[in-house]
């Protein structure tokens, strides 16, 4: 869509945040999530989502007491997988959160985008177990309908009844939250959008819990991220829809801003299936960081990427310490609360980050005892702090290393960033 | 030290070669799954999940590691528990 690549030079326009959409384990809405974020809350407890006989170590991160109907009107809640109704109910959260109406955005060229890992594959279990149970034939044809990834994305334009968008969905796994979110400032700053509706979103399946169980990465009872003895990841699901917009547009209507998106950086270095390569880990932080405009000791908080393996931590940590030195700033794990939400994690990463922006705090890293000494930095352990923060960049990095990462600045009315 | 029956072997031999996509002869006790067979981590994860299917045993994870030639697999899938 765009020219701009990240480093080079970026668009005219300045883009903000300006409405969140949350359903997550800890919280639906952007209220609830920041007092769990604050209070260091956990959202780890027993699967009941999928059957998990035979396996020793059953928790995970699910959503509870969402109700789709209490959000989606337009469009029959049956005919939308789990992941796709997450997307869609956080659309229209983050469109009401951001005070915007979907007939102000009928006339207006838009992109939405949401990334994901897993799309619709929740839904796909149930059609194997169907398979294997009682054979093809007795597949659910209605299911069948939803498995398509490509209706995360066009679902929500469907429900809000929004013609002239783009609307892609972005399969970069668990950094495609900030690829969407990345996409979403390109067409805004370029002005090839008039708002973007980006983040990401997953469901949890036992097709995922199972392949990270055999890999050897699921923890046994909590996700312990940069701890010594940290055991793995826990499984989660939900789904961070963000409203990006011009500052013009923003300032024009009055909104409320959480914060200024000020760039972020994409790479791909393609070296291993699952494991992450530091070297190239650091190089997209910098792209991050020169697409941004900002220095590395600008920084004032890292959300990591964390998943709570030996193999993340260290690798994340060790290139953070190589880029940003003496200056390393506090990083925490989101994922200590929240688990993996695969797709979604890295957009709901940018929401904490706007959050903690606007009001003022650091989240926990909780579930930690002792730092592993080869993780050199501050994760902010067990209780939210207070802090003001100007910058803080948001890491997501995947499987056969496609790594994102977003910068996020505080944007104050006097028009005086960073 | 428990010894693995020799149909055992075979069929153990039998499921490594299937994994790492080699003939039969391609592959001695000792030949190294990584250094001399391109095997990585996950392929090695593949072995250890088709011989705990196959045997109705439980390998435990960290066994992983010692796991790097037909000798090494024989010794853990005859040391490992019965499910």
Known sequence: MSSVRPGGVTGNRRVVLTGFGVISSIGIGAEEFTESLRAGRSGASPISLFDVEGFAHVNGCEVKGFDPEQWISRTPVRELGRASRFAVAAAVMALRDAGLDPADLAGRRGLISVGTTDGESYELDRLVAAELADGPERMDPQIVRRVSAARLSTAIAHELDLTDVEAPTIATACSAGNYAIGYGFDAVSSGEAEYALCGGADAMCRKTFTGFYRLGTIAPEVCQPFDVDRKGILTGEGAGLLVLESLESALARGARIYAEVLGYGLNCDAFHQVAPKGDSVAQCMSLALANAGVKPAEVDLISAHGTGTKANDITEAAAIRSVFGADTPRTISLKSMLGHTMGAASALGAIACGLAITHRFIPPTINHRRTDPECEIDCVPNQAVDADLRVVQNNGLAFGGNNAIVILGRYDRDGDIG | ?83
């Open chain 2, 1 to 83: 030290m428990p010894i693995l029956a020799e149909d055992r072997r075979s069929a153990v031999k039998e499921i490594v070669c299937d994994i790492l996509e080699l003939e039969e002869d391609e592959v001695t006790d000792t030949s190294l799954f990584i250094d001399d067979h391109g095997a990585d981590s996950l392929r090695a994860i593949e072995i250890l999940a088709s011989l705990e299917k196959e045997f109705g045993i439980t390998i435990d994870q960290s066994e992983l590691a010692q796991m790097v030639n037909l000798e090494a697999v024989y010794k853990v899938v005859a040391e490992a528990p019965a499910r």
